[in-house]
């Protein structure tokens, strides 16, 4: 696989060529392209599980994983910047920044880089690179990205295991390009194997393509973690 494709082509293989044309314009995002893309649009819903699930997600607020709270036409701005960290790895970040309503903001950070050794992309979680997550990725007959988390493991200093799911979610996501009204639309949910929803949400959004610098420093992780 040639090293200059991106991340999520060389996930996809030759199935990258059957996403929508806007959809491989965004997620073409890497070094080698040249080039970053910042959406801007709105969260139509954000929902999240039952009374029991609000200590989970209140613990995410300190990382920037998820949150508590629910919305609805909630502004939303998500940031996809390739650079290469410090371990020499292409990365691309995922941050998602909701605004809630005047001073009050939520942000899920995430950045992923592409496994050779487990030849997917690898999700890092957080602030702080925590957590690892195996993302399976394929094409819709419809072009669109469908996105399925997989194994998590955690790590901090020297501790280091796979996160059991029955304490966790698997993330199911589906980002589509519409034609007919000129934007992007997502759909995710986070849902534990036994007790059902956790979070999720829905939007839409705009893309602006900008040149390809390094990513500010505001939407890069804390910590850095060598291991996938």
């Not at 292409?90 to 592409?114: H, K, N, S």
């Not at 009204?181 to 534990?192: C, P, S, W």
Request: glycine residues 10%; charged residues 25%.
């Amino acid at each position: 696989m040639s090293a200059e494709q991106g991340v999520f082509q060389r996930a996809l293989g030759a199935d990258f060529a059957r996403l929508h044309p806007q959809l491989q314009r965004r997620f073409g995002v890497g070094v080698a392209a040249g080039y970053a893309c910042v959406g801007r649009g709105v969260m139509t819903e954000i929902r999240r599980g039952p009374w029991w699930t609000l200590p989970f997600l209140a613990i995410g607020t300190l990382r920037n994983i998820m949150f508590p709270e629910k919305g609805r036409q909630v502004p939303f701005q998500i940031d996809n910047y390739a650079y290469v960290d410090s371990l020499g790895r292409e990365t691309v970040t995922f941050v998602r920044t909701m605004t809630l309503r005047p001073g009050r903001r939520r942000r899920f950070d995430a950045t992923m880089i592409y496994s050779d050794t487990r030849r997917k992309v690898v999700d890092y979680l957080g602030t702080h690179q925590h957590l690892a997550v195996d993302l399976d990725l394929a094409v819709t007959d419809d072009g669109a990205l469908r996105l399925t988390s997989g194994e998590q493991r955690f790590y901090e200093g020297p501790i280091a295991f796979r996160f059991p799911m029955l304490f966790s979610g698997r993330a199911h996501l589906v980002e589509r390009f519409d034609d007919e009204q000129g934007h992007y639309t997502i759909d995710l949910e986070v849902r534990n194997d036994l007790l059902g929803l956790l979070f999720g949400y829905r939007g839409m959004f705009e893309c602006e393509f900008l040149p390809g610098e390094d990513a500010p420093a505001a939407v890069k992780p804390y910590r850095e973690e060598a291991r996938e």
